[in-house]
């Protein structure tokens, strides 16, 4: 069973930057498209980025020229550049697999973009 565990979060002003990390268990990661979510106070989970197993990304039109999603398959990781970011994109901020039969998600790591 792949366990993911989401890291990086943390408060900023908008216009500031963070990286985050998704550090994955289990030796079969890189065959899997994966993806970062989001779920604000009472919406619903959304995919904001993904990644195919070769590298071709994807993105949320809200996010298009201000996040970039890579990944290491060496390391088992997944990482999201968040850049320019805004008040909008306050909250908890998730990593699993793209598509179908979804991991056990993690605990998430909380962005907060506030003045």
């Known amino acids: 069973q792949v366990q993911l565990v989401e890291s990086g979060g943390g408060s900023v002003h908008p216009g500031g930057s963070l990286r985050l990390s998704c550090a994955a268990s289990?030796?079969?990661?890189?065959?899997?498209?994966m993806g970062w979510y989001r779920q604000a106070l009472g919406k619903q989970r959304e995919l904001v980025a993904g990644?195919?197993?070769?590298?071709?990304?994807n993105y949320a039109d809200s996010v298009k020229g201000r996040f970039t999603i890579s990944r290491d398959n060496a390391k088992n990781t997944v990482y999201l550049q968040m850049n320019s970011l805004k008040p909008e994109d306050t909250a908890l901020y998730y990593c699993?697999?793209?598509?179908?039969?979804?991991?056990?998600w993690g605990q998430g790591t909380p962005v907060t973009v506030s003045s």
């Open positions: 699993n697999k793209q598509g179908t039969n979804k991991f056990t």
């Open positions: 289990g030796s079969i990661f890189s065959i899997y498209a």
């Open positions: 990644i195919s197993s070769v590298g071709r990304t």
